[in-house]
Protein backbone atom coordinates (compact mmCIF):
# COMPACT_ATOMS: atom_id res chain seq x y z
CA UNK A 1 0.00 0.00 0.00
CA UNK A 2 1.31 3.54 -0.68
CA UNK A 3 2.97 5.06 1.97
CA UNK A 4 0.80 8.21 2.97
CA UNK A 5 -2.26 5.93 3.77
CA UNK A 6 -2.62 5.83 7.73
CA UNK A 7 -0.78 7.74 10.52
CA UNK A 8 -2.67 8.73 13.81
CA UNK A 9 -3.24 12.41 13.81
CA UNK A 10 -2.24 14.97 16.58
CA UNK A 11 -4.73 15.81 19.19
CA UNK A 12 -6.62 18.89 18.48
CA UNK A 13 -7.22 22.04 20.55
CA UNK A 14 -10.64 23.46 20.88
CA UNK A 15 -11.96 27.32 20.52
CA UNK A 16 -10.35 28.45 23.90
CA UNK A 17 -7.18 28.46 22.06
CA UNK A 18 -7.98 30.46 19.04
CA UNK A 19 -5.22 34.00 20.14
CA UNK A 20 -6.96 35.49 16.64
CA UNK A 21 -4.21 35.44 14.70
CA UNK A 22 -6.69 35.98 11.30
CA UNK A 23 -4.18 33.01 9.38
CA UNK A 24 -7.80 31.02 8.52
CA UNK A 25 -9.40 34.16 7.20
CA UNK A 26 -6.65 33.73 4.06
CA UNK A 27 -8.20 30.60 2.85
CA UNK A 28 -11.64 30.61 4.37
CA UNK A 29 -14.22 30.86 1.34
CA UNK A 30 -17.09 32.30 3.87
CA UNK A 31 -14.77 35.48 4.29
CA UNK A 32 -13.56 35.30 0.61
CA UNK A 33 -17.47 35.89 -0.38
CA UNK A 34 -18.32 38.24 2.54
CA UNK A 35 -15.40 40.00 3.84
CA UNK A 36 -17.50 39.59 7.62
CA UNK A 37 -15.50 38.72 10.48
CA UNK A 38 -18.48 37.26 11.53
CA UNK A 39 -18.16 34.79 8.44
CA UNK A 40 -14.87 33.31 9.88
CA UNK A 41 -13.39 30.10 12.02
CA UNK A 42 -11.41 33.09 14.20
CA UNK A 43 -15.09 35.23 14.05
CA UNK A 44 -16.82 31.82 15.95
CA UNK A 45 -14.08 30.96 17.96
CA UNK A 46 -13.76 34.58 19.38
CA UNK A 47 -17.69 34.76 19.87
CA UNK A 48 -17.48 31.06 21.93
CA UNK A 49 -14.68 32.57 23.92
CA UNK A 50 -16.87 36.37 24.20
CA UNK A 51 -20.16 34.00 25.41
CA UNK A 52 -21.91 34.08 22.03
CA UNK A 53 -24.80 31.63 22.13
CA UNK A 54 -25.22 28.70 19.16
CA UNK A 55 -28.02 30.83 17.90
CA UNK A 56 -26.54 34.14 18.12
CA UNK A 57 -23.68 32.16 15.61
CA UNK A 58 -26.63 30.71 13.73
CA UNK A 59 -25.03 33.10 10.24
CA UNK A 60 -21.38 31.94 10.36
CA UNK A 61 -22.60 28.06 11.40
CA UNK A 62 -25.35 27.96 8.40
CA UNK A 63 -22.60 29.63 6.17
CA UNK A 64 -19.61 26.98 6.44
CA UNK A 65 -18.87 24.79 3.22
CA UNK A 66 -16.69 22.75 5.85
CA UNK A 67 -13.98 22.68 3.19
CA UNK A 68 -11.81 22.02 6.15
CA UNK A 69 -9.30 24.80 4.40
CA UNK A 70 -9.01 26.35 7.66
CA UNK A 71 -7.69 23.26 9.65
CA UNK A 72 -3.82 23.00 8.79
CA UNK A 73 -3.10 26.62 8.90
CA UNK A 74 -4.20 27.53 12.41
CA UNK A 75 -1.23 27.61 14.15
CA UNK A 76 -2.81 26.39 17.71
CA UNK A 77 -3.95 23.15 15.90
CA UNK A 78 -7.73 24.33 16.89
CA UNK A 79 -9.98 21.49 14.87
CA UNK A 80 -12.13 23.87 13.44
CA UNK A 81 -14.31 21.80 10.98
CA UNK A 82 -15.03 19.63 14.04
CA UNK A 83 -16.14 22.78 15.96
CA UNK A 84 -18.69 23.94 13.09
CA UNK A 85 -19.85 20.04 13.20
CA UNK A 86 -20.21 20.17 17.09
CA UNK A 87 -22.43 23.66 16.68
CA UNK A 88 -24.87 22.14 14.17
CA UNK A 89 -25.31 19.41 16.32
CA UNK A 90 -26.25 21.84 19.48
CA UNK A 91 -27.81 23.97 16.92
CA UNK A 92 -30.20 21.33 16.22
CA UNK A 93 -30.39 19.92 20.20
CA UNK A 94 -31.12 23.60 21.51
CA UNK A 95 -34.21 24.17 19.48
CA UNK A 96 -37.20 25.08 21.55
CA UNK A 97 -39.84 21.58 21.50
CA UNK A 98 -41.88 21.56 18.07
CA UNK A 99 -39.76 23.66 16.65
CA UNK A 100 -40.24 22.78 12.65
CA UNK A 101 -37.34 21.16 11.13
CA UNK A 102 -36.40 21.35 7.37
CA UNK A 103 -37.58 17.73 5.97
CA UNK A 104 -34.49 16.15 5.22
CA UNK A 105 -33.44 16.63 8.65
CA UNK A 106 -36.37 14.77 9.79
CA UNK A 107 -35.79 11.85 7.01
CA UNK A 108 -32.61 11.64 7.90
CA UNK A 109 -32.97 10.94 11.51
CA UNK A 110 -35.83 8.57 10.50
CA UNK A 111 -33.01 6.74 8.49
CA UNK A 112 -30.57 6.42 10.79
CA UNK A 113 -32.47 5.05 13.57
CA UNK A 114 -33.95 2.31 10.93
CA UNK A 115 -30.29 1.45 10.03
CA UNK A 116 -29.81 1.32 13.67
CA UNK A 117 -32.52 -0.88 14.51
CA UNK A 118 -31.73 -3.06 11.24
CA UNK A 119 -29.89 -6.54 11.48
CA UNK A 120 -26.11 -6.15 9.58
CA UNK A 121 -26.24 -7.01 5.92
CA UNK A 122 -24.74 -10.46 4.77
CA UNK A 123 -21.29 -9.43 3.75
CA UNK A 124 -19.86 -10.23 0.92
CA UNK A 125 -16.94 -8.88 0.92
CA UNK A 126 -13.68 -11.10 2.54
CA UNK A 127 -12.99 -9.16 5.75
CA UNK A 128 -9.35 -8.46 5.08
CA UNK A 129 -10.31 -6.94 1.39
CA UNK A 130 -9.79 -3.64 0.30
CA UNK A 131 -13.28 -1.80 -0.33
CA UNK A 132 -14.88 1.42 -1.72
CA UNK A 133 -17.48 3.94 -0.27
CA UNK A 134 -18.66 5.33 -3.22
CA UNK A 135 -20.85 8.19 -1.53
CA UNK A 136 -24.74 8.97 -3.35
CA UNK A 137 -22.99 11.07 -6.06
CA UNK A 138 -21.00 8.59 -7.76
CA UNK A 139 -23.55 5.86 -7.21
CA UNK A 140 -25.59 8.36 -9.21
CA UNK A 141 -23.13 7.49 -12.21
CA UNK A 142 -23.35 3.66 -12.69
CA UNK A 143 -20.62 4.10 -15.34
CA UNK A 144 -18.60 6.16 -13.72
CA UNK A 145 -18.74 4.20 -11.00
CA UNK A 146 -17.91 0.64 -13.08
CA UNK A 147 -15.13 2.61 -14.58
CA UNK A 148 -13.67 3.43 -10.64
CA UNK A 149 -14.45 -0.22 -9.39
CA UNK A 150 -12.41 -1.27 -12.97
CA UNK A 151 -9.16 0.97 -12.24
CA UNK A 152 -9.58 0.25 -8.44
CA UNK A 153 -10.34 -3.44 -8.48
CA UNK A 154 -12.20 -2.80 -5.28
CA UNK A 155 -15.95 -4.39 -4.02
CA UNK A 156 -18.41 -1.77 -3.40
CA UNK A 157 -19.32 -1.80 0.05
CA UNK A 158 -23.07 -2.35 0.51
CA UNK A 159 -22.85 0.28 3.64
CA UNK A 160 -21.23 3.51 2.28
CA UNK A 161 -22.09 5.59 5.53
CA UNK A 162 -23.51 8.04 3.25
CA UNK A 163 -26.51 8.51 6.06
CA UNK A 164 -23.58 9.25 8.88
CA UNK A 165 -21.61 11.43 6.19
CA UNK A 166 -25.23 13.59 5.73
CA UNK A 167 -25.54 13.83 9.36
CA UNK A 168 -22.22 14.81 10.21
CA UNK A 169 -23.01 17.78 7.43
CA UNK A 170 -26.31 18.95 8.41
CA UNK A 171 -25.73 18.24 12.55
CA UNK A 172 -28.04 15.49 12.82
CA UNK A 173 -27.33 13.05 15.83
CA UNK A 174 -26.52 9.77 14.83
CA UNK A 175 -27.36 6.82 17.42
CA UNK A 176 -24.80 5.21 18.90
CA UNK A 177 -26.20 1.74 17.43
CA UNK A 178 -25.67 2.58 14.14
CA UNK A 179 -22.14 4.31 14.05
CA UNK A 180 -20.65 1.37 15.89
CA UNK A 181 -22.55 -0.81 13.20
CA UNK A 182 -20.74 0.91 10.77
CA UNK A 183 -17.09 1.28 11.98
CA UNK A 184 -17.53 -2.27 12.80
CA UNK A 185 -18.39 -3.81 9.56
CA UNK A 186 -15.29 -1.18 8.25
CA UNK A 187 -12.72 -3.27 11.08
CA UNK A 188 -9.73 -5.04 9.27
CA UNK A 189 -10.71 -3.43 5.74
CA UNK A 190 -8.30 -0.91 3.48
CA UNK A 191 -11.10 1.89 3.26
CA UNK A 192 -11.09 4.27 -0.13
CA UNK A 193 -14.00 6.72 0.41
CA UNK A 194 -15.13 9.28 -2.08
CA UNK A 195 -16.72 11.18 0.72
CA UNK A 196 -13.52 13.59 2.16
CA UNK A 197 -16.28 14.30 5.50
CA UNK A 198 -16.03 11.15 6.01
CA UNK A 199 -12.77 9.83 5.16
CA UNK A 200 -12.08 12.63 7.38
CA UNK A 201 -14.36 11.13 10.34
CA UNK A 202 -12.61 7.51 9.74
CA UNK A 203 -9.65 8.99 10.51
CA UNK A 204 -10.39 10.04 13.95
CA UNK A 205 -12.59 6.92 14.64
CA UNK A 206 -11.03 4.37 13.24
CA UNK A 207 -6.91 5.12 14.25
CA UNK A 208 -4.58 2.99 12.77
CA UNK A 209 -6.94 1.76 9.72
CA UNK A 210 -5.73 2.17 6.00
CA UNK A 211 -8.12 4.68 4.15
CA UNK A 212 -7.68 6.98 1.71
CA UNK A 213 -9.61 9.06 -0.48
CA UNK A 214 -10.66 8.39 -4.26
CA UNK A 215 -8.34 10.95 -5.76
CA UNK A 216 -5.43 9.27 -4.34
CA UNK A 217 -6.19 6.02 -4.71
CA UNK A 218 -7.18 6.64 -8.41
CA UNK A 219 -4.32 8.96 -9.06
CA UNK A 220 -1.78 6.51 -8.54
CA UNK A 221 -3.01 4.26 -11.34
CA UNK A 222 -0.60 4.25 -14.49
CA UNK A 223 -3.55 4.73 -16.74
CA UNK A 224 -4.95 7.60 -15.25
CA UNK A 225 -1.74 8.49 -13.94
CA UNK A 226 -0.37 8.99 -17.22
CA UNK A 227 -2.81 10.63 -19.14
CA UNK A 228 -2.00 13.56 -17.06
CA UNK A 229 -0.55 16.12 -19.10
CA UNK A 230 0.79 19.52 -18.48
CA UNK A 231 -2.19 21.61 -19.92
CA UNK A 232 -4.45 20.40 -17.16
CA UNK A 233 -6.01 22.14 -14.23
CA UNK A 234 -6.08 19.29 -11.79
CA UNK A 235 -8.89 20.04 -8.82
CA UNK A 236 -7.92 18.54 -5.69
CA UNK A 237 -11.25 17.54 -3.41
CA UNK A 238 -10.51 19.70 -0.66
CA UNK A 239 -12.26 17.75 2.51
CA UNK A 240 -10.20 14.60 1.93
CA UNK A 241 -6.93 17.22 1.39
CA UNK A 242 -7.21 18.95 4.40
CA UNK A 243 -7.83 16.20 6.80
CA UNK A 244 -4.61 14.35 6.15
CA UNK A 245 -2.79 17.55 4.82
CA UNK A 246 0.93 17.34 6.17
CA UNK A 247 0.99 13.81 3.73
CA UNK A 248 -1.53 14.97 0.95
CA UNK A 249 0.87 17.95 0.27
CA UNK A 250 3.94 15.64 -0.38
CA UNK A 251 1.66 13.36 -2.42
CA UNK A 252 0.30 16.45 -4.65
CA UNK A 253 3.39 17.64 -4.88
CA UNK A 254 4.91 14.46 -6.55
CA UNK A 255 1.98 13.73 -9.04
CA UNK A 256 3.20 17.66 -10.24
CA UNK A 257 6.51 17.09 -10.79
CA UNK A 258 5.97 13.47 -12.61
CA UNK A 259 2.85 15.15 -14.76
CA UNK A 260 3.42 18.68 -15.34
CA UNK A 261 -0.29 19.22 -14.37
CA UNK A 262 -1.08 22.69 -12.25
CA UNK A 263 -2.70 21.97 -9.40
CA UNK A 264 -5.97 23.79 -7.37
CA UNK A 265 -3.68 25.15 -4.57
CA UNK A 266 -2.96 28.23 -3.42
CA UNK A 267 0.51 29.95 -2.21
CA UNK A 268 -0.32 28.00 1.64
CA UNK A 269 -0.59 25.16 -0.26
CA UNK A 270 -4.35 24.51 0.64
CA UNK A 271 -6.90 23.37 -2.11
CA UNK A 272 -8.95 25.84 -3.01
CA UNK A 273 -12.15 24.70 -3.18
CA UNK A 274 -14.50 24.64 -6.40
CA UNK A 275 -17.89 23.92 -4.82
CA UNK A 276 -18.13 25.83 -1.34
CA UNK A 277 -21.96 25.16 -0.78
CA UNK A 278 -22.90 25.79 3.01
CA UNK A 279 -25.96 23.96 5.06
CA UNK A 280 -28.27 26.24 3.49
CA UNK A 281 -27.34 25.29 0.25
CA UNK A 282 -27.65 21.72 1.53
CA UNK A 283 -30.67 21.95 2.99
CA UNK A 284 -32.26 23.94 -0.21
CA UNK A 285 -32.94 27.04 1.47
CA UNK A 286 -30.75 28.85 -0.15
CA UNK A 287 -29.50 28.63 -4.11
CA UNK A 288 -25.94 28.47 -4.67
CA UNK A 289 -22.94 30.10 -6.28
CA UNK A 290 -19.91 29.10 -8.19
CA UNK A 291 -18.21 32.28 -7.24
CA UNK A 292 -15.20 29.92 -6.15
CA UNK A 293 -14.63 27.99 -9.58
CA UNK A 294 -14.51 31.63 -11.55
CA UNK A 295 -12.09 32.98 -8.82
CA UNK A 296 -10.00 29.87 -9.21
CA UNK A 297 -9.94 30.01 -13.35
CA UNK A 298 -9.01 33.43 -12.76
CA UNK A 299 -5.27 34.04 -14.33
CA UNK A 300 -5.00 30.09 -15.66
CA UNK A 301 -5.35 29.47 -19.16
CA UNK A 302 -5.74 25.04 -18.76
CA UNK A 303 -6.52 23.39 -22.04
CA UNK A 304 -8.79 20.56 -19.30
CA UNK A 305 -9.94 20.82 -16.29
CA UNK A 306 -9.54 17.50 -14.35
CA UNK A 307 -11.63 17.00 -11.31
CA UNK A 308 -11.48 14.51 -8.04
CA UNK A 309 -15.49 15.02 -6.88
CA UNK A 310 -18.36 15.06 -9.33
CA UNK A 311 -19.85 18.31 -6.98
CA UNK A 312 -17.11 20.03 -8.67
CA UNK A 313 -16.88 18.77 -12.13
CA UNK A 314 -20.86 19.97 -12.28
CA UNK A 315 -19.43 23.76 -10.90
CA UNK A 316 -16.79 24.56 -13.70
CA UNK A 317 -19.61 22.86 -15.97
CA UNK A 318 -21.42 25.83 -14.98
CA UNK A 319 -18.82 28.64 -15.25
CA UNK A 320 -16.53 27.43 -18.14
CA UNK A 321 -16.34 25.89 -21.72
CA UNK A 322 -13.34 24.13 -20.60
CA UNK A 323 -13.72 19.76 -21.05
CA UNK A 324 -14.02 18.92 -17.23
CA UNK A 325 -13.45 15.05 -16.91
CA UNK A 326 -13.68 12.93 -13.83
CA UNK A 327 -10.19 11.58 -13.02
CA UNK A 328 -11.61 8.12 -13.51
CA UNK A 329 -12.16 8.79 -17.39
CA UNK A 330 -8.89 9.44 -18.10
CA UNK A 331 -8.29 5.96 -17.94
CA UNK A 332 -10.53 5.24 -21.25
CA UNK A 333 -10.11 5.35 -24.75
CA UNK A 334 -5.96 5.66 -25.02
CA UNK A 335 -6.21 6.49 -28.90
CA UNK A 336 -8.63 9.65 -27.12
CA UNK A 337 -6.12 10.40 -24.55
CA UNK A 338 -2.90 10.10 -26.92
CA UNK A 339 -4.52 12.68 -29.43
CA UNK A 340 -5.06 14.89 -26.44
CA UNK A 341 -1.71 14.84 -25.55
CA UNK A 342 0.11 15.53 -28.52
CA UNK A 343 -2.21 18.20 -29.01
CA UNK A 344 -2.09 20.08 -25.77
CA UNK A 345 1.10 18.28 -23.92
Given at each position: ???F??R?P??????A?C???????????MW???????L?????????????T?????????????C?A??????????????I??L?L???N??????PQ???I?ELS????QA?G?AP?????S??A?????G???????A?L?????L?????????G????????????I???R?H????S????T????DG????????W?P???RM????A??T?A??R??L????????????F?G????????Y???????GC?L??D??????P??S???A?????????D??A?????G????R?????L???????????????HL?E?G??????Q???????
Amino acid sequence: MPAFLARAPAAPRDYAACSGCSLCLLVCPMWRGSHDPRLTPEGLAKGLQSGATVRELAAPIVACSLCGACDPVCPERIDLSGLIMDLRLRSANSLPPNSPQPAVIVELSARLHQAAGAAPAAGVVSRSAPVLLPGPELRADPALLARVQALLGLAVFDDDGADIALALELGVEIPQQRLHGFLDSLRGHTIVAADGLLLRQLRRWLPGSQRMGLGPALSTRAAVRSNLVPSDLYVIEPRAFHGDYERMVGYYDRLQRETGCSLSLDLQRIAIPAASSGLAQKLGLAAGDDVQAKWMLQGRKPARIVVESLADRAAFERVCDLPVVHLAELGEDPQMMQKFRHAFG
